[in-house]
Structures are given as C-alpha cells and as structure tokens.
C-alpha cells in the first residue's frame, strides 16, 4: 500500500501524487476513476480491485499554479547535484549564497547555489568578485512544470511519462 500514484484533474492535467490508499477511497467513493492499472490486484476477504497507477478526478478542482518550493532538497536538485563554482559532484555538498546575507543577499532562487565545502569555505563572507569565483552557470528558479515537479517518480513510474510531457 505504500505504491505512490499519481493524481490527474478532470483535464488530464497532473496535480498531485498520492499512496495508494488514498487513490482506492477516492476510487471507492467515485471521487476519482483509474486511468491506468499495470500493477496488479489487491485481494480483500471478499472481492479484488485493480491496483491503479494513475487516477482522473471527476470534477475538476481549481488550484493555484504549483510553485517549486525553496528547499535545500531542491536547490540540490536545480544544480544535479554539483558544485556551481569547481563542477565537482560529492555527497557533502552546502549551500552557499552567491551575495551573502550579511552583505544584503537574500535567501531566493536567484541568490543560491550548490557549493562544495572546500569552494564554499574559499569563498567565505564574500562576492564572487572579492574571491576571485566564477559560477559555473548562473541560478534560476526551476520551472513549475509537472514534469520537473513529478519527474523524480519516472524512474521508478515510466508509465506515467506521457501524462506528464503534456504539461
């Protein structure tokens, strides 16, 4: 039960990703219908139902376009996992800011890159300028599209792949 499956409006449109749980209650009250099963069945004492991989809403709901929140997960994610000032790729990985906050730098997309330690401490409490650095590639806030807001479930979803490309 802990398969995540994901959620389409009554347009199609990819909203949301849920376990599975909660996709058979909004199938089982006709809040929502399956799309595509591809996983099987679950056996109850009773019956079986299709274990679904994507569900459509029956009415459609209106919500606010989705925006990437600012997390250090997602800065990690935005720069794949790679030192914006020397490109090397480690596990122990910081943030840095590019302006530091003591020097006014604010904590938004624009001013926040993945750093190595040793980059990120050469640097210090200063400018690129003032530390001779250079980005490899300038910060930007990632894109609000479901495919790089689910697109992290492709690997292990790959049927969901051509309901996510249209968005």
Request: aromatic share 8%.
């Amino acid at each position: 039960m802990a398969d995540n499956v994901l959620v389409l409006n009554a347009n199609f449109e990819p909203i949301n990703v849920c376990d599975l749980r909660r996709a058979v209650g909004l199938i089982l009250t006709h809040k929502a219908s399956m799309v595509m099963n591809g996983r099987g069945e679950i056996h109850t004492a009773g019956s079986s139902f299709p274990r679904p991989s994507i569900i459509r809403l029956q009415h459609m709901v209106h919500r606010p376009r989705p925006k990437v929140k600012l997390t250090r997960r997602e800065v990690f994610r935005r720069d794949n996992y790679t030192c914006q000032y020397c490109g090397k790729r480690a596990g122990d990985l910081t943030i840095d800011h590019v302006i530091p906050r003591h020097l006014g730098g604010q904590h938004i997309w624009t001013n926040v890159v993945t750093a190595c330690p040793q980059c990120n401490h050469r640097k210090g409490g200063r400018t690129l300028a003032e530390a001779g650095m250079q980005l490899l590639r300038p910060p930007a806030e990632p894109p609000a599209s479901a495919l790089y807001i689910f697109g992290r479930h492709l690997t292990e979803y790959t049927e969901w792949e051509p309901f996510l490309l249209g968005w």
